[in-house]
């Protein structure tokens, strides 16, 4: 299809004004006013409405079809907590309004909302303070590294580097760096599928201010020897960060802060049903253990004795502002309400069912494509095309494939561990029947790949664009009209 | 692939002795790993690279990843023409895709190097 500037009919308008009565201001200086002519499309409403309405249609999303990228938990949202998040008095709410004189008593609401949530997500993963501030995963991270480098400077630690297993989300080593930080990798054990408690203990000394991981990790698997690690740490003064990338694996059947973790950011968008990404936006909060609370971003929430609650800034030690007021407030309610209306044992059996899906597929799969970790796996499972490279056949063609089958395509090449990986999450919210259609397709691909590789390589078919080039749209980026 | 005149290191960099120069580059099976390669850093003239540590980056459509110094030196010429044309290195690892020379590299570190045999066995046990 054509884009919208490619349809534009000289003269037409979408809606013709009424001669304006307003005497026109002072001309522009010459030197504020464009050179070349305004290019806007010239278009009815009609033309508009069909254009976007067109454009929608070809959309892929979770609304529409199973969207099993590994890693990103692209879960189905219910629509109630969109009503939520859209009732007046949270949506119309002035974020200033509680720095008015007086106005506190306005704003007592949203405030109860911004402390329970805190409460309930200290509940959740064993911490003991949080702060829903940080506006992504990514932005907790960094917040979680500006935490662990103010707990250090306190303690007068001379500490250079962080350690990062070499399976970890690339945000990692980047907010760990952005910080300050020099990052160093840690291996991970092939036959464990987990990080390598020799290959930790010689890379750990004085030097290390923090370990980040990220349990299950991304190759979808249970970090089990955590209290030997958290040992090792400890002799160090090393703080223990814990990614909640993949909390949705865990929920109510494993608490960070029951085995030593120190710092916590959770990924609303990603255990609590919030929106993704470009859609969000996203809310990353940050807990941690009593000792790191005085470090925590400012503002914070506290209750009154009276049991009303106020904006509270006063505390020195704190790393300031990380955010514009206090973060992504309507994310954070909608995850609030999420948790309220699964409680206790709807969030348990959240990631009961995740795993379970998880495994399914897995062991639907294994007999066809390379499995690096084939007795189990957490929420999230790792395959590998290597089986299919004989026939020439790589990740990225099974891919491709998968869209012509109605399928988003798995993540593909991540964690950089694994050759020719696919990382598949299926989430709670999809049926067996689903579940199922998927596995058929998959079981399809591996069969063409035997018998008709050059049709694999040649998908996707059924799209409004086949096969792009990534290479030259990398090497040479043309986004402009 | 591999080339009999160079040397491997375990992180899929070869280096080729030229009279006073050590050429360095990623091997046959790097490239192959990568895929497509978009981007790259190269490492800056007349700083000194330490063996072992990153001194480029490479980004492909699957990845960015580091390039690690096969052995010390000082960065005497670097291959600017992948700026505009990094496929070369998909195209020819060994021969058109060589990344950079150093001069006054330490001589000392050949020895810890792979050969050409010890390279491919090193792949096998890898794969």
């Keep these: 299809m054509s884009i919208i500037f490619e349809k534009t009919v000289a003269g037409r308008r979408g809606a013709r004004l009424s001669k304006s009565d307003v005497p026109p201001a002072e001309p522009i200086e010459a030197r504020y006013s464009r050179s070349s002519a305004l290019q806007l499309c010239e278009l009815s409403e009609l033309d508009v409405v069909r254009h976007f309405t067109e454009l929608s249609r070809r959309n892929f999303g979770v609304d529409t079809n199973f969207y099993p990228l590994g890693s990103c938990t692209m879960k189905y949202n219910p629509k109630v907590f969109e009503k939520i998040a859209h009732l007046k008095g949270f949506f119309s709410l002035h974020p200033l309004l509680p720095q008015l004189r007086g106005a506190g008593l306005l704003t007592q609401g949203a405030l109860a909302v911004i402390y329970e949530l805190e409460k309930l997500l200290c509940e959740i993963t064993g911490m003991d303070a949080f702060t829903l501030h940080p506006m992504a995963g990514a932005q907790g991270e960094l917040t979680g590294m500006l935490i662990v480098a103010a707990y250090h400077k306190y303690k007068n630690n001379r500490k250079t580097e962080v350690l990062i297993p070499d399976e970890a989300h690339g945000t990692n080593p980047s907010s760990a760096a952005t910080a300050g930080y020099h990052v160093r990798e840690v291996a991970t054990n092939r036959k464990t599928g987990f990080i390598d408690l020799q290959a930790l203990e010689s890379a750990m000394g004085e030097h290390t201010a923090a370990l980040m991981l990220t349990n299950p990790n991304t190759l979808g698997i249970f970090v089990s020897n955590i209290e030997e690690i958290a040992k090792l740490a400890k002799k160090h003064d090393c703080l223990l960060y814990y990614d909640g990338a993949n909390l949705n694996a865990v929920l109510g059947r494993f608490r960070p802060g029951d085995v030593f973790f120190d710092i916590v950011h959770v990924n609303l968008h990603k255990t609590f049903a919030t929106p993704h990404g470009g859609g969000g936006p996203g809310a990353g909060p940050v807990g941690v253990r009593k000792n790191l609370e005085r470090f925590l971003p400012i503002s914070r929430v506290v209750k009154r004795d009276d049991n009303t609650y106020k904006l509270e800034y006063d505390y020195p030690d704190s790393i300031g502002y990380v955010a514009p007021f206090y973060g992504n407030f309507l994310v954070c309610l909608r995850a609030y309400a999420y948790i309220l209306t699964l409680g206790a044992q709807g969030l348990r059996r959240v990631s009961d069912n995740a795993v379970l899906n998880a495994n399914y597929i897995l062991h639907s799969l294994k007999d066809l494509f390379h499995a690096p970790y084939p007795d189990g796996c957490m929420h999230e499972c790792v395959l590998s095309a290597q089986k299919q490279t004989e026939r020439e056949i790589r990740a990225i063609d099974i891919a491709k494939a998968l869209i012509d089958e109605g399928f988003h395509p798995p993540t593909a090449y991540f964690p950089l561990i694994v050759k020719e990986a696919l990382m598949i999450e299926p989430t709670e919210t999809e049926s067996k029947e689903t579940l199922d259609a998927f596995i058929a397709a998959m079981r399809k691909i591996a069969e063409k790949a035997e018998t008709n590789p050059a049709e694999l390589r040649a998908a996707p078919r059924t799209t409004p664009v086949g096969r792009l080039d990534e290479t030259k749209a990398a090497r040479e980026m043309d986004i402009r009209y | ?127």
């Design chain 2, 1 to 127: 692939m591999v080339s009999e005149e160079c040397l491997y290191t375990k992180t899929h960099e070869w280096v080729r002795i030229e009279g006073e120069l050590a050429v360095v580059g990623i091997t046959d099976h790097a490239q192959r790993a990568l895929g497509d390669i978009t981007f790259i850093e190269l490492p800056q003239l007349h700083v000194e690279v330490e063996r072992g540590k990153e001194c480029a980056t490479i980004e492909s459509v699957k990845a960015a990843s580091d390039i690690y110094a096969p052995i010390s030196g000082e960065v005497f010429e670097v291959n600017a023409s992948l700026e505009g044309a990094p496929e070369k290195i998909n195209h020819d690892p060994y021969g058109e895709g060589w990344i950079f020379k150093l001069k006054d590299y330490n001589r000392n570190h050949l020895s810890s190097l792979l050969n050409a045999s010890a390279y491919e066995a090193f792949l096998e046990s890898e794969a």
